[in-house]
Structure formats: C-alpha cells, structure tokens
C-alpha cells in the first residue's frame, strides 16, 4: 500500500469528531461520569484502535475544571481495517465509533451549575494516504441534585445510546467457567488456547486475537488448530519481529469473535518445554492403544532402517557368523548370543531415553527443544552434518578407530563380546542416522515418560531384529547381499540424505540471524568444506604424509567455526523495520528522525556501505548518535522486484542502488546521501 502523509495543515472532513455523554446531567455526588469520543467516519476511512499494527491510535489531552480527572480511554473491541486496494492496514475502526472514558468529578459540585470540559483529540485517518487529524471538542453538562440519577446508564440521546452500545463493547474478562493459556510452541509462535468448560458449550465461530503491546503480527495468519475436545479453541499465533521483548513472557490483547462479545486476555506465557510436558500430562492418559500401537510401529520401522546405514550393514552378516562360530551347534547358546546382543542395543537406547527424560525434567534450560531455537547448536549441527556427508561422499575418512574396535570386538569370545557388540552397533548407527532419530527425540520429549520409554525401545528392537532373525535362522545369511562395489554407490548415494538436512538447518538459520550473518554462515560452511577437503588429501591413504597441510586444515576448521558462530544482537545494535512511504510519514508524526536505506542483496556496493558505517571507523560513534536521538531505521529490499521500491526511487530520478535518505524532525524534504558513504558522512547528514 502506498501511503504518504498530507501536506502541512490538519484534516478533519475525512472523521468529524465531537464529545457526548449518556445524559445532559449528572447528580453532583456521582463518584464517576462517563463520557466518549466521537468519531463519524467517511466511507472508506479509518482510524486505529490502542495497538494499531501500523498507524497510530486515536489520543485525548484533556483540559478539565479544577478538580476533575480523566482516565484512559476504554477501547472497544477492534477490527481489521482494509485500504481501498484490499490490503491489510492494521487495526481499528469504520462508519461511527464512540470511545468511553471515565472521568470523575470532585466532591461538593454545586447544583444546577453547568460544567464545560474540554479536550484536543489527535487521530491518524487513512484511505489509500494517511492524514492527521485534530480537533477541539469541549461538552457541557450539568449537575443535578444528590442522588436525582437512581438508574445507571440511562441515556437521553441518540449519541447517548451509542456510546452505551460502546461501554457495551468494551472486552470483559472471560465469563466464569471459561479457561485460556498461551504456550510458546515454536521459535515465534505462540498457541493460544480457549476452553469454555463444557462440551456443550461451543467457542464462538470466527476468532481473532488482538494483541494490546504489538506482541504478534497483526498482518500475519492466526491458524486455528484441531480441537483435542469439545468446547475448545486453539490458534498460532506468528511474534512480530518488532516485539518487545523478542520472546514475550505475557500476553495482553482481546479475543473477539464474529458474533457475540469480546474479552479480554492477560496471561502469562508458558515455555515450549513446560507447554509440551503439559500437553503430555494433560494429553497422554487420552492417548488411545490405537495411537501408542502406530508410533510405536513407526519407532521399530526407524530402527530397521538404521540396519542399512553404511556404518551398520557391512556388519550384520559378519555378526551373525560369529554368534554360529562361539555357540557352535548349539540353537539355545545361538539364541543366547542373539539375546544378549538384543540387550545391548537396548540398554544403550534407554540410556538415551533416560538422558532425555533429565533433559525435559530440566525444563527451559536444559530441554531438547530449545536447543534449535540456539542458532548456535543449529550452526554446529549444520557443519557436522556436513562433515558427515563429505566423509560419505569420500572427500576424507575418518573413523578407523570404531572400525577397529568393531573387529577387536568380533573377536571377543563369550556372550559379553555379544553384548558389547550391540552397544557398538548403536554407538556406529547413531552418528549415521540423525535425520532418523528426530522423530524419537521429539516423542521422547512430547510423550510421557513411560510411553517415551517404550518408543526407544521399539526402536532398539527394529535395529537388533535382523540380528535376532539371522540367530535363530543362520542358513538365511546366505541371502543377504555379499560386499562389493555397490556398497561404496550405495554410501555416497546416503550423502545427499544429509546434504538435504544441512539445507535445512540453514534454512532455520536464515529465520533466526540477520542478513549478514546468514552470509557468514554461507561462507564459514564453505571453509569448512575447504578445510575437510584439505585433510582428505592430507591423509589420503597413497599420499605421502603431508603435516603442514593437515594442521593448516584443522586450523582452518577452527577459523570457519569462529567466524560463522551466530552472534546474538547486542544493545547496540540497530533494529530495522520494512520500509514503506506509510512508515515514513508515521515516524515523521512522531517527530523522529528516519534514516532509510534503499538496498539489494546483489549489491555489492551496498553491503560494502553497511559494513562501513555499522563494522568499520567511526561505527560505535555513529550507533550512539542513532541510539541518543532515537533514529528510526527504515529497510527499502530491492533483492526482489518490488513496485513499490521502485516507483519510490524512480521519484528520486533513480533507477539503482544503493540509495539512502536521512530525513530531519522540521525539515520539508529528506537529504540524499552519496552512493559511496562513511560513518562520518551520516553522522554529517543527521547534523551531528
């Protein structure tokens, strides 16, 4: 939407307002009197509620008789508003609305003595521009004897009967019975969750939250989930990237509903970790046999799958001639062996289920799931996964040690060289296999205990099952596909597997760091993709050794490491909004000055600006200047073609980037930046 501020000078025939009350009189010993603003909009006009998304809420400096107070205006229940285009404008209001606010008046108030209060009401008006209005409203009422009203809200007016229907819209806490919550699910994403405490009893149709302190994006999708039982409601709801804080903790808003009443929210935010072990709590005794039998199907498929990981399958028939060699012709000790081979997978996975289960007892500091939202653990879960792929792809090799381990254990006679052997096989199958124990880690922290537990343990039993089948059958080993050089297409094949996941790392990095750290990401992988490069030909079986490059490769790995760490922001780091001319002129409202950058990620030039006025000489100087002065600090993203964007600079008699303006409080026109700039040169345009 294209928006630009009116010409100087205030507008009001797009919204006519005016002050009225319920009645023309009040009794002089009333401890309140209930008064509104009027705003009568024209077609196609809007104004905007407390928390607008974009715009700014309507506002009253009062000018009362001595004595008298006002408090807050008490906003009734929003909508979205719309500009002629169809596009999403924010939150607010059309056609005539009424905002109550209470004042109270002083104590010995003389009968029959009018009273004239005064007010300034400022208001932001939109269509397809945004204008700001104003006017001087004032109302004169008088008061009757003591106690001559005996009957509340009772109005004498049309205007009166409005501003009653008002009060009447105003959210009310939830009516007694009714439940709501708000569990943090995801990294910005919020559930918000509406129990009405009887199955008859349904939530009203057409949902929608408004939030009171611009938490969740007001121009983003409330999906509205299953309900798990009657009479519930549940919706995601997306944190704006311009909450403060970044995380919420509480929640403040209004749920309204396409009939009915509004009410109001406050409520504290749950952690993802806690939601989930609520959800399990509260959801697991509901969990049907049905249910518990597919995921744990699923588990024990996932744990046959790992069988043919290339650390895993070259294995399994060699395993099973040594459980024939140690137990001879006996089928009881050949079963023995199978067993005890059995148990040591197993052990291994409870031990796993059981470091989780510490892991979700630890809550927000120790859970699993919060450890993706660590950009952090996502980038060293990305570059090892990485490595992975490399050595399956035959760039380098790694893992002789475990190999010779697995033969040292081949060797061991007894049923403990059985049990140790199947703690191996878990311990090689494991690094393999990440993309495959997702799932369980997730059901391990979503489900209770026990039934987590039981998951890891049906995954344990599909790894040791071929194992088991070939004990108690050995002539079947002669089925199974001798080694050759299939096997080696067969493992650079499951390098793409992992080539996918680290896509995806990278693609939840890309929603947790900024533009030039994702960039650094970018390129730490590829050093470290240089690096390991550097140590498979360092230690190539047939190349003589090579000491100097192999340090050099480790070092290397180092530096790639440090450098693509993500960092978390600081507070001194600036925070940009989306540019639009309707931001500008909004900022401009305020009196702030705006800072905007018109930029590409194709431009060279333009990141070279960045890094030169935020990363290089005179950078802390300039972020001080823009942090004491409360600059604002627009984004205008050419990367993709963007009409807007380019109308914008085509005013400007510019046709590329980069293309910066720095526009002053006071100042008709913004200053045009050079193409090429410095900290200094900023610092100069913002009159520092």
Not at 47 to 66: D, F, H, I, Q
Not at 80 to 91: E, S
Not at 358 to 374: I, K, N, P
Not at 531 to 544: E, F, K
Request: hydrophobic fraction near 50%; proline fraction near 7%.
């Amino acid at each position: 939407m294209f928006v630009v501020l009116a010409p100087a000078g205030v507008a009001r025939a797009q919204v006519e307002a005016s002050l009225v009350a319920l009645k023309a009189t009040f009794p002089a010993d009333a401890g309140k009197v209930v008064v509104g603003l009027r705003l009568a909009h024209q077609p196609k006009w809007h104004t905007y509620w407390v928390a607008p998304g974009t715009g700014l809420p309507t506002s009253l400096a009062w000018e009362l008789p001595p004595g008298w107070s006002a408090g807050p205006i008490q906003w009734p229940a929003p909508h979205r508003v719309y500009d002629t285009g169809g596009h999403l404008a924010g939150n607010g209001y059309e056609g005539v609305v009424y905002l109550p606010v209470e004042l109270k008046p002083p104590a010995g108030l003389a009968a029959g003595v009018p009273v004239t209060l005064r007010a300034k009401a400022e208001w932001l008006m939109c269509k397809d521009v945004c204008k700001p209005g104003e006017a001087l409203v004032s109302l004169t009422l008088t008061p009757t004897a003591p106690g001559a009203l005996t009957t509340a809200n009772v109005t004498d007016s049309e205007a009166g009967e409005g501003l009653l229907a008002a009060m009447d819209a105003v959210p009310q806490p939830l009516p007694k019975g009714w439940q709501a919550e708000v569990t943090a699910v995801e990294s910005k994403t919020l559930r918000l969750t509406l129990r009405t405490g009887e199955a008859k009893l349904a939530v009203p149709p057409g949902a929608w939250f408004f939030a009171e302190d611009a938490a969740i994006a007001y121009d983003l999708p409330q999906v509205a989930g299953k309900a798990s039982r009657a009479g519930e409601y549940s919706a995601d709801l997306k944190v704006s990237d311009y909450a403060e804080p970044a995380e919420p903790t509480r929640l403040r808003g209004v749920i309204t509903f396409s009939e009915g009443p509004a009410y109001a929210l406050d409520l504290p935010v749950t952690p993802a970790a806690a939601g989930k072990a609520a959800a399990a709590a509260d959801e697991g005794a509901e969990l049907g046999a049905a249910a518990l039998a597919g995921v744990l199907a699923a588990a024990f498929l996932g744990g046959l799958i790992l069988n043919l990981m290339p650390c895993v399958f070259p294995v399994l028939g060699l395993k099973v001639l040594g459980f024939v060699q140690q137990a001879g012709a006996d089928r009881k000790k050949i079963t023995a062996h199978g067993l005890v081979f059995t148990s040591g997978v197993l052990l291994s996975f409870w031990l796993l289920a059981a470091v989780l289960a510490l892991l979700r007892a630890g809550g927000e500091q120790l859970g699993w799931g919060f450890q993706l939202q660590e950009p952090g653990f996502v980038f060293v879960l990305a570059a090892g996964l990485l490595a992975f792929a490399m050595n399956l792809s035959g760039v380098f090799e790694f893992g002789l040690g475990a190999t010779a381990l697995g033969g040292g254990l081949q060797q061991k006679q007894g049923l403990a060289g059985s049990f140790f052997t199947g703690v191996l096989a878990t311990v090689v199958a494991t690094p393999c296999s990440a993309p495959f124990l997702a799932p369980a880690l997730g059901a391990a922290l979503a489900l209770p205990v026990a039934s987590s537990f039981a998951v890891f343990t049906a995954i344990g039993l599909g790894l040791s099952a071929p194992y088991l089948a070939l004990a108690a059958f050995p002539a079947a080993v002669r089925a199974l596909p001798r080694p050759g050089a299939w096997m080696e297409t067969f493992k650079q094949g499951m390098a793409f597997l992992l080539y996918g996941t680290v896509g995806l790392m990278v693609w939840i990095l890309a929603g947790q760091v900024e533009g030039d750290g994702l960039l650094a990401v970018f390129l730490a992988l590829t050093g470290l993709a240089f690096a390991l490069w550097l140590y498979g030909r360092a230690t190539a079986p047939a190349a003589r050794p090579r000491r100097g490059l192999l340090v050099f490769s480790l070092v290397l790995v180092a530096a790639a490491v440090v450098y693509g760490w993500p960092r978390a922001a600081t507070a001194g780091d600036l925070k940009w909004e989306p540019w639009s001319a309707e931001r500008v002129a909004e900022l401009r409202v305020e009196g702030r000055p705006v800072y905007v950058d018109f930029t590409a990620r194709w431009c060279f030039t333009c990141q070279t600006n960045k890094k030169a006025i935020f990363a290089g000489p005179g950078s802390e100087a300039l972020r001080k200047v823009f942090q004491e002065r409360k600059v604002a600090t627009l984004r205008a993203d050419w990367t993709n073609r963007d009409p807007l964007i380019t109308a914008e600079l085509k005013r400007w008699d510019r046709a590329a980037v980069p293309f910066n303006l720095v526009y002053l409080p006071g100042v008709a026109e913004p200053k045009v930046l050079p193409e090429l700039l410095t900290a200094a040169t900023v610092r100069a345009a913002l009159g520092d």
